[in-house]
DNA sequence: TCCATACTAGAATCCTGATTCCAGAAAACG
DNA sequence: CGTTTTCTGGAATCAGGATTCTAGTATGGA
Protein backbone atom coordinates (compact mmCIF):
# COMPACT_ATOMS: atom_id res chain seq x y z
CA UNK A 1 0.00 0.00 0.00
CA UNK A 2 0.88 3.24 -0.86
CA UNK A 3 2.86 4.90 -4.02
CA UNK A 4 5.99 3.39 -5.05
CA UNK A 5 9.27 5.78 -4.39
CA UNK A 6 10.45 7.87 -7.59
CA UNK A 7 13.60 8.63 -5.99
CA UNK A 8 15.58 6.68 -3.36
CA UNK A 9 18.20 7.46 -0.34
CA UNK A 10 20.89 7.02 -2.76
CA UNK A 11 20.07 8.86 -5.36
CA UNK A 12 20.19 12.06 -3.50
CA UNK A 13 23.13 10.97 -2.05
CA UNK A 14 24.55 10.30 -4.91
CA UNK A 15 23.33 13.63 -6.38
CA UNK A 16 25.30 14.95 -3.31
CA UNK A 17 28.32 13.18 -4.83
CA UNK A 18 27.96 15.25 -8.04
CA UNK A 19 27.71 18.39 -7.18
CA UNK A 20 30.17 18.22 -4.77
CA UNK A 21 32.70 16.63 -7.54
CA UNK A 22 31.78 19.38 -10.20
CA UNK A 23 31.24 22.50 -8.56
CA UNK A 24 32.96 21.92 -4.74
CA UNK A 25 31.59 21.56 -1.42
CA UNK A 26 30.78 24.72 -0.94
CA UNK A 27 28.01 24.66 -3.51
CA UNK A 28 26.03 21.92 -2.20
CA UNK A 29 22.50 23.93 -1.54
CA UNK A 30 19.55 21.73 -0.99
CA UNK A 31 18.17 23.41 -3.80
CA UNK A 32 21.17 22.33 -6.39
CA UNK A 33 20.89 18.75 -5.25
CA UNK A 34 17.54 18.50 -6.08
CA UNK A 35 18.20 20.57 -9.64
CA UNK A 36 20.83 17.43 -9.85
CA UNK A 37 18.67 14.34 -9.30
CA UNK A 38 15.81 16.05 -11.40
CA UNK A 39 13.42 16.33 -7.99
CA UNK A 40 11.73 19.00 -6.21
CA UNK A 41 13.44 20.40 -3.08
CA UNK A 42 10.77 19.16 -0.78
CA UNK A 43 11.57 15.32 -2.05
CA UNK A 44 14.71 16.18 -0.69
CA UNK A 45 12.99 16.00 2.94
CA UNK A 46 10.86 14.03 2.77
CA UNK A 47 13.94 11.39 3.02
CA UNK A 48 16.23 13.65 5.08
CA UNK A 49 15.58 15.84 8.07
CA UNK A 50 17.98 18.20 7.32
CA UNK A 51 20.59 19.33 5.11
CA UNK A 52 23.32 18.53 7.42
CA UNK A 53 22.08 15.26 7.70
CA UNK A 54 22.05 14.44 4.03
CA UNK A 55 25.71 15.42 3.77
CA UNK A 56 26.65 13.39 7.24
CA UNK A 57 24.95 10.22 5.27
CA UNK A 58 26.90 10.89 2.42
CA UNK A 59 30.12 10.74 4.68
CA UNK A 60 29.26 7.80 6.79
CA UNK A 61 28.05 5.93 3.59
CA UNK A 62 31.58 6.89 1.91
CA UNK A 63 33.22 5.79 4.91
CA UNK A 64 32.06 2.73 5.01
CA UNK A 65 33.04 1.79 1.29
CA UNK A 66 36.56 3.16 2.33
CA UNK A 67 37.02 1.26 5.05
CA UNK A 68 35.73 -1.96 3.43
CA UNK A 69 38.84 -3.23 1.81
CA UNK A 70 41.00 -1.64 4.19
CA UNK A 71 39.66 -4.07 6.70
CA UNK A 72 39.57 -7.08 4.93
CA UNK A 73 43.47 -6.41 3.64
CA UNK A 74 44.12 -5.94 7.53
CA UNK A 75 42.79 -9.55 8.82
CA UNK A 76 45.54 -11.37 6.63
CA UNK A 77 47.23 -13.47 8.81
CA UNK A 78 50.37 -12.79 7.73
CA UNK A 79 50.88 -8.97 10.20
CA UNK A 80 53.68 -7.98 7.53
CA UNK A 81 52.10 -8.64 4.54
CA UNK A 82 48.29 -7.85 6.37
CA UNK A 83 50.14 -3.61 6.85
CA UNK A 84 51.36 -3.49 3.32
CA UNK A 85 47.55 -4.98 1.81
CA UNK A 86 46.19 -2.40 3.93
CA UNK A 87 48.48 0.42 2.95
CA UNK A 88 47.98 -0.42 -0.87
CA UNK A 89 44.00 -1.09 -0.42
CA UNK A 90 43.93 2.84 0.49
CA UNK A 91 45.74 4.00 -2.88
CA UNK A 92 43.63 1.81 -4.74
CA UNK A 93 40.35 2.88 -3.50
CA UNK A 94 40.83 6.30 -4.10
CA UNK A 95 41.97 5.44 -7.24
CA UNK A 96 38.93 4.27 -8.08
CA UNK A 97 36.68 6.16 -6.93
CA UNK A 98 38.32 9.66 -6.91
CA UNK A 99 34.43 11.81 -6.38
CA UNK A 100 33.84 9.65 -3.04
CA UNK A 101 37.33 9.87 -1.85
CA UNK A 102 37.15 13.85 -1.99
CA UNK A 103 33.78 13.48 0.41
CA UNK A 104 36.48 11.84 3.01
CA UNK A 105 38.18 15.17 3.86
CA UNK A 106 34.19 17.00 4.12
CA UNK A 107 33.58 15.87 7.73
CA UNK A 108 35.14 15.43 10.98
CA UNK A 109 33.82 12.07 12.49
CA UNK A 110 33.60 13.63 15.96
CA UNK A 111 31.73 16.95 14.64
CA UNK A 112 29.17 14.37 13.54
CA UNK A 113 28.57 11.82 15.63
CA UNK A 114 28.37 14.55 18.33
CA UNK A 115 25.69 15.98 16.62
CA UNK A 116 23.53 12.79 15.56
CA UNK A 117 23.75 10.84 18.23
CA UNK A 118 21.33 8.24 16.72
CA UNK A 119 19.56 9.62 13.00
CA UNK A 120 23.02 8.43 11.10
CA UNK A 121 21.74 5.27 12.27
CA UNK A 122 23.09 2.78 14.94
CA UNK A 123 26.23 1.46 12.87
CA UNK A 124 27.63 5.26 12.22
CA UNK A 125 29.07 5.18 15.99
CA UNK A 126 30.37 2.06 15.08
CA UNK A 127 32.33 3.37 11.91
CA UNK A 128 35.36 4.19 14.76
CA UNK A 129 34.73 1.04 16.50
CA UNK A 130 35.27 -1.14 13.89
CA UNK A 131 38.83 0.32 12.89
CA UNK A 132 39.56 0.59 16.71
CA UNK A 133 38.85 -2.89 16.80
CA UNK A 134 40.73 -4.35 13.68
CA UNK A 135 43.72 -2.13 14.99
CA UNK A 136 43.79 -3.55 18.31
CA UNK A 137 43.28 -7.22 16.57
CA UNK A 138 46.16 -6.24 14.39
CA UNK A 139 48.73 -5.19 16.98
CA UNK A 140 48.23 -7.90 19.24
CA UNK A 141 49.05 -10.00 16.64
CA UNK A 142 51.99 -8.10 15.76
CA UNK A 143 53.31 -7.51 18.93
CA UNK A 144 51.78 -9.99 21.35
CA UNK A 145 49.93 -7.48 23.53
CA UNK A 146 48.20 -4.39 23.39
CA UNK A 147 49.79 -1.28 24.93
CA UNK A 148 48.82 2.11 24.27
CA UNK A 149 52.39 2.20 22.93
CA UNK A 150 51.90 0.03 20.42
CA UNK A 151 48.77 1.20 19.24
CA UNK A 152 49.59 4.44 18.95
CA UNK A 153 52.26 3.46 16.47
CA UNK A 154 49.95 0.92 14.30
CA UNK A 155 47.47 3.48 14.17
CA UNK A 156 49.74 6.10 13.11
CA UNK A 157 51.26 3.91 10.72
CA UNK A 158 48.39 2.02 8.93
CA UNK A 159 46.01 5.32 8.89
CA UNK A 160 47.33 7.80 9.46
CA UNK A 161 50.36 7.89 7.22
CA UNK A 162 48.25 6.47 4.06
CA UNK A 163 45.88 9.45 4.63
CA UNK A 164 48.81 12.04 4.95
CA UNK A 165 49.50 10.67 1.36
CA UNK A 166 46.11 10.91 0.14
CA UNK A 167 44.92 14.08 1.83
CA UNK A 168 47.40 16.70 -0.33
CA UNK A 169 46.20 15.53 -3.83
CA UNK A 170 42.63 15.18 -2.84
CA UNK A 171 42.33 18.58 -1.47
CA UNK A 172 44.18 20.10 -4.35
CA UNK A 173 41.66 18.01 -6.69
CA UNK A 174 44.30 15.54 -8.01
CA UNK A 175 44.11 11.52 -7.74
CA UNK A 176 46.92 11.01 -6.07
CA UNK A 177 50.01 9.68 -8.04
CA UNK A 178 51.54 6.30 -8.29
CA UNK A 179 54.85 7.58 -6.71
CA UNK A 180 53.24 8.44 -3.19
CA UNK A 181 52.40 4.93 -2.76
CA UNK A 182 55.54 3.58 -2.48
CA UNK A 183 56.57 6.56 -0.28
CA UNK A 184 53.75 5.67 2.18
CA UNK A 185 55.08 1.95 2.22
CA UNK A 186 58.29 2.98 3.70
CA UNK A 187 57.16 5.46 5.79
CA UNK A 188 54.16 3.00 7.55
CA UNK A 189 56.83 0.24 7.37
CA UNK A 190 59.42 2.09 9.27
CA UNK A 191 57.42 2.78 12.17
CA UNK A 192 55.51 -0.74 12.36
CA UNK A 193 59.12 -2.00 12.10
CA UNK A 194 60.70 -0.12 14.94
CA UNK A 195 60.09 -0.87 18.46
CA UNK A 196 61.90 2.49 19.49
CA UNK A 197 64.10 5.18 17.90
CA UNK A 198 62.93 9.10 17.40
CA UNK A 199 64.60 10.08 20.61
CA UNK B 1 46.15 64.38 10.60
CA UNK B 2 43.38 62.11 11.35
CA UNK B 3 42.32 60.28 15.14
CA UNK B 4 44.27 57.45 16.60
CA UNK B 5 42.96 54.11 16.07
CA UNK B 6 41.35 52.54 19.32
CA UNK B 7 41.76 48.88 17.49
CA UNK B 8 44.40 47.49 15.35
CA UNK B 9 44.34 44.79 12.54
CA UNK B 10 45.56 42.65 15.14
CA UNK B 11 43.45 43.26 17.99
CA UNK B 12 40.31 42.08 15.91
CA UNK B 13 42.54 38.76 14.60
CA UNK B 14 43.46 38.17 17.90
CA UNK B 15 39.66 38.25 18.64
CA UNK B 16 38.99 35.70 16.30
CA UNK B 17 41.80 33.75 17.71
CA UNK B 18 39.93 33.58 21.24
CA UNK B 19 36.63 33.16 19.40
CA UNK B 20 37.69 29.89 17.47
CA UNK B 21 39.40 28.46 20.42
CA UNK B 22 36.55 29.13 23.00
CA UNK B 23 33.50 28.27 21.07
CA UNK B 24 35.06 26.60 17.48
CA UNK B 25 35.28 27.69 14.33
CA UNK B 26 31.59 27.85 13.54
CA UNK B 27 30.84 30.16 16.12
CA UNK B 28 32.89 32.95 14.51
CA UNK B 29 30.16 35.50 13.47
CA UNK B 30 31.24 39.33 13.10
CA UNK B 31 29.10 40.18 15.62
CA UNK B 32 31.17 37.53 18.06
CA UNK B 33 34.24 39.16 17.06
CA UNK B 34 33.49 42.34 17.35
CA UNK B 35 31.99 41.75 21.33
CA UNK B 36 35.15 39.62 21.89
CA UNK B 37 37.16 42.74 21.04
CA UNK B 38 35.14 45.27 22.80
CA UNK B 39 34.54 47.19 19.77
CA UNK B 40 31.38 47.43 17.37
CA UNK B 41 31.08 45.70 14.24
CA UNK B 42 31.35 48.78 12.23
CA UNK B 43 35.11 48.87 13.62
CA UNK B 44 35.67 45.38 12.18
CA UNK B 45 34.33 46.30 8.73
CA UNK B 46 36.26 49.61 8.93
CA UNK B 47 39.19 46.97 8.69
CA UNK B 48 38.42 43.99 6.88
CA UNK B 49 36.46 44.87 4.09
CA UNK B 50 34.41 40.74 4.72
CA UNK B 51 34.17 38.30 7.00
CA UNK B 52 35.82 35.87 4.76
CA UNK B 53 39.10 38.27 4.63
CA UNK B 54 39.38 38.46 7.67
CA UNK B 55 39.39 34.96 8.68
CA UNK B 56 41.82 34.50 5.66
CA UNK B 57 44.24 36.82 6.96
CA UNK B 58 44.20 35.05 10.43
CA UNK B 59 44.94 32.05 8.44
CA UNK B 60 47.80 33.73 6.60
CA UNK B 61 49.53 35.22 10.07
CA UNK B 62 49.16 32.07 11.42
CA UNK B 63 50.90 29.61 8.75
CA UNK B 64 53.86 32.66 8.66
CA UNK B 65 53.99 32.25 12.32
CA UNK B 66 54.23 28.43 11.97
CA UNK B 67 56.72 28.27 9.83
CA UNK B 68 59.66 30.38 10.70
CA UNK B 69 61.30 28.24 12.88
CA UNK B 70 60.33 25.70 10.21
CA UNK B 71 62.24 27.19 7.72
CA UNK B 72 64.82 28.76 10.34
CA UNK B 73 65.61 24.81 11.29
CA UNK B 74 65.63 23.43 8.06
CA UNK B 75 68.45 25.69 7.21
CA UNK B 76 70.76 23.72 9.63
CA UNK B 77 73.96 23.49 7.23
CA UNK B 78 73.79 19.38 8.14
CA UNK B 79 70.71 17.88 6.21
CA UNK B 80 70.01 15.23 8.47
CA UNK B 81 70.22 17.79 11.95
CA UNK B 82 68.04 20.13 9.92
CA UNK B 83 65.69 17.60 9.29
CA UNK B 84 65.42 16.44 12.69
CA UNK B 85 65.05 20.07 13.70
CA UNK B 86 62.70 20.93 11.28
CA UNK B 87 59.78 17.85 12.34
CA UNK B 88 60.89 18.52 15.91
CA UNK B 89 60.26 22.80 15.42
CA UNK B 90 56.77 21.78 14.40
CA UNK B 91 55.99 19.91 17.63
CA UNK B 92 57.36 22.79 19.61
CA UNK B 93 55.50 25.38 17.96
CA UNK B 94 52.22 23.36 18.35
CA UNK B 95 52.89 22.78 22.04
CA UNK B 96 53.70 26.97 22.70
CA UNK B 97 50.53 27.60 20.50
CA UNK B 98 47.47 25.45 20.92
CA UNK B 99 45.16 27.87 19.79
CA UNK B 100 47.01 28.97 16.52
CA UNK B 101 47.53 25.86 15.25
CA UNK B 102 44.49 25.03 15.84
CA UNK B 103 44.01 27.82 13.35
CA UNK B 104 45.67 25.68 10.47
CA UNK B 105 43.28 23.49 10.04
CA UNK B 106 40.61 25.57 8.93
CA UNK B 107 41.28 26.56 5.61
CA UNK B 108 42.65 25.66 2.50
CA UNK B 109 45.29 27.00 0.92
CA UNK B 110 44.69 26.93 -2.36
CA UNK B 111 40.69 28.14 -1.22
CA UNK B 112 41.97 31.10 0.03
CA UNK B 113 44.49 32.18 -2.66
CA UNK B 114 42.46 31.22 -5.19
CA UNK B 115 39.75 33.66 -4.15
CA UNK B 116 42.30 36.54 -3.36
CA UNK B 117 44.54 37.53 -5.78
CA UNK B 118 46.05 39.94 -3.68
CA UNK B 119 43.57 41.21 -1.36
CA UNK B 120 45.67 39.03 1.12
CA UNK B 121 49.11 41.00 0.38
CA UNK B 122 51.87 39.96 -1.66
CA UNK B 123 53.60 37.94 0.73
CA UNK B 124 50.49 35.56 0.84
CA UNK B 125 51.06 34.45 -2.59
CA UNK B 126 54.76 33.60 -1.00
CA UNK B 127 53.33 31.45 1.31
CA UNK B 128 53.83 27.92 -0.87
CA UNK B 129 56.37 29.47 -2.33
CA UNK B 130 58.82 30.33 0.81
CA UNK B 131 58.16 26.25 1.90
CA UNK B 132 58.59 25.07 -1.59
CA UNK B 133 61.35 26.88 -1.94
CA UNK B 134 63.22 25.53 1.44
CA UNK B 135 62.31 22.29 0.30
CA UNK B 136 63.97 22.63 -3.23
CA UNK B 137 67.47 24.13 -1.38
CA UNK B 138 67.23 20.74 0.78
CA UNK B 139 66.67 18.57 -1.36
CA UNK B 140 69.77 20.16 -3.50
CA UNK B 141 71.73 20.08 -0.26
CA UNK B 142 70.60 16.71 0.75
CA UNK B 143 70.55 14.70 -2.35
CA UNK B 144 73.19 16.79 -4.82
CA UNK B 145 70.15 17.49 -7.48
CA UNK B 146 66.11 18.49 -7.33
CA UNK B 147 64.65 15.37 -9.40
CA UNK B 148 60.76 15.70 -9.08
CA UNK B 149 61.41 11.90 -7.20
CA UNK B 150 63.39 13.20 -4.31
CA UNK B 151 61.08 16.47 -3.86
CA UNK B 152 58.43 14.40 -3.28
CA UNK B 153 59.79 12.48 -0.96
CA UNK B 154 61.45 14.99 1.00
CA UNK B 155 58.32 16.96 0.90
CA UNK B 156 55.96 14.19 2.34
CA UNK B 157 58.97 13.22 5.20
CA UNK B 158 58.85 17.24 6.42
CA UNK B 159 55.54 18.40 5.33
CA UNK B 160 52.98 15.57 5.56
CA UNK B 161 54.07 13.61 8.07
CA UNK B 162 54.61 16.14 10.87
CA UNK B 163 50.96 17.38 9.79
CA UNK B 164 49.56 14.02 10.45
CA UNK B 165 51.08 13.66 13.43
CA UNK B 166 49.39 16.69 14.70
CA UNK B 167 46.68 16.93 12.65
CA UNK B 168 44.27 14.18 14.64
CA UNK B 169 44.93 15.62 17.72
CA UNK B 170 44.56 19.02 16.98
CA UNK B 171 41.12 17.91 15.28
CA UNK B 172 39.92 16.45 18.25
CA UNK B 173 41.41 19.41 20.48
CA UNK B 174 43.89 17.81 22.12
CA UNK B 175 47.83 18.79 22.26
CA UNK B 176 49.94 16.32 20.52
CA UNK B 177 51.69 13.81 23.30
CA UNK B 178 54.77 13.85 23.42
CA UNK B 179 54.97 10.23 22.24
CA UNK B 180 53.64 11.05 18.96
CA UNK B 181 56.88 13.46 17.86
CA UNK B 182 59.47 10.18 18.33
CA UNK B 183 57.20 7.99 15.97
CA UNK B 184 56.70 10.90 13.05
CA UNK B 185 60.92 11.07 13.49
CA UNK B 186 61.32 8.06 13.02
CA UNK B 187 58.58 7.74 9.58
CA UNK B 188 60.37 11.09 8.60
CA UNK B 189 64.18 9.49 8.72
CA UNK B 190 63.00 6.60 6.87
CA UNK B 191 61.71 8.53 4.12
CA UNK B 192 64.44 11.00 3.77
CA UNK B 193 66.53 7.88 4.18
CA UNK B 194 65.98 5.34 1.67
CA UNK B 195 66.60 5.85 -2.26
CA UNK B 196 64.07 3.51 -3.09
CA UNK B 197 62.07 0.76 -1.53
CA UNK B 198 58.30 0.23 -1.37
CA UNK B 199 57.72 -1.45 -4.41
C1' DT C 1 41.23 77.62 18.41
C1' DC C 2 39.47 75.48 14.24
C1' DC C 3 39.72 72.38 10.29
C1' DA C 4 40.58 68.12 8.05
C1' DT C 5 40.85 63.38 8.53
C1' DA C 6 40.09 58.84 9.85
C1' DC C 7 37.90 56.21 13.25
C1' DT C 8 34.06 54.59 16.20
C1' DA C 9 29.02 53.35 16.77
C1' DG C 10 25.44 50.29 16.24
C1' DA C 11 20.84 50.22 14.41
C1' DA C 12 18.63 49.08 10.03
C1' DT C 13 18.80 46.52 5.90
C1' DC C 14 19.63 42.72 2.76
C1' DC C 15 20.66 38.23 1.11
C1' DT C 16 21.12 33.62 0.86
C1' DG C 17 19.62 29.47 1.32
C1' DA C 18 17.31 26.22 4.57
C1' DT C 19 12.80 24.72 5.80
C1' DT C 20 7.84 24.40 5.72
C1' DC C 21 3.40 23.47 3.81
C1' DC C 22 -0.30 21.76 1.44
C1' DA C 23 -2.47 20.56 -2.72
C1' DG C 24 -2.36 17.05 -5.83
C1' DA C 25 -0.68 12.32 -7.96
C1' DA C 26 0.33 7.49 -8.03
C1' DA C 27 0.51 2.97 -6.54
C1' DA C 28 -1.12 -1.19 -3.61
C1' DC C 29 -4.84 -3.61 -1.86
C1' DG C 30 -9.47 -5.12 -0.86
C1' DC D 1 -13.23 0.57 -8.63
C1' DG D 2 -12.73 3.14 -4.12
C1' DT D 3 -9.70 3.66 -0.27
C1' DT D 4 -5.54 4.33 1.90
C1' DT D 5 -1.01 5.58 2.16
C1' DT D 6 3.05 7.60 0.65
C1' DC D 7 5.25 10.43 -2.40
C1' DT D 8 5.90 14.58 -5.50
C1' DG D 9 5.94 19.67 -6.58
C1' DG D 10 7.34 24.00 -5.89
C1' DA D 11 5.87 28.42 -4.10
C1' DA D 12 6.02 30.87 0.28
C1' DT D 13 8.18 31.61 4.62
C1' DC D 14 11.93 32.10 7.97
C1' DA D 15 16.23 32.73 10.10
C1' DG D 16 20.69 34.00 10.84
C1' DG D 17 24.19 36.75 9.97
C1' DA D 18 26.82 39.61 6.78
C1' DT D 19 27.01 44.18 5.25
C1' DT D 20 25.75 49.01 4.83
C1' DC D 21 24.88 53.64 6.25
C1' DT D 22 24.81 57.88 8.55
C1' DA D 23 25.98 60.20 12.54
C1' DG D 24 28.96 61.42 15.78
C1' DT D 25 34.02 61.65 17.95
C1' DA D 26 38.84 62.09 18.79
C1' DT D 27 43.29 63.67 17.21
C1' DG D 28 47.03 66.18 14.73
C1' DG D 29 48.38 70.23 12.49
C1' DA D 30 47.98 75.30 11.03
Redo the contacts between chains.
Sequence with gaps: MGRKPRFTDDDFLDAVLRVTARTGAGAVTVAAVAAEAGAPVGSVYHRFASRDLLLARLWVRTVRRFQQPFLTALADPDPDRGADRAVRAVFAWVREHPDEAAVLLLH?R?DLIARWPEELGPESTTLNEAVASALRSYTRARCGRVTP?AL??VA??LV??P???I??HL??GRTPPA?????????????LG?G????
Design positions: REAERFADIYAARTAASIEGIALTASRAVSSSGG
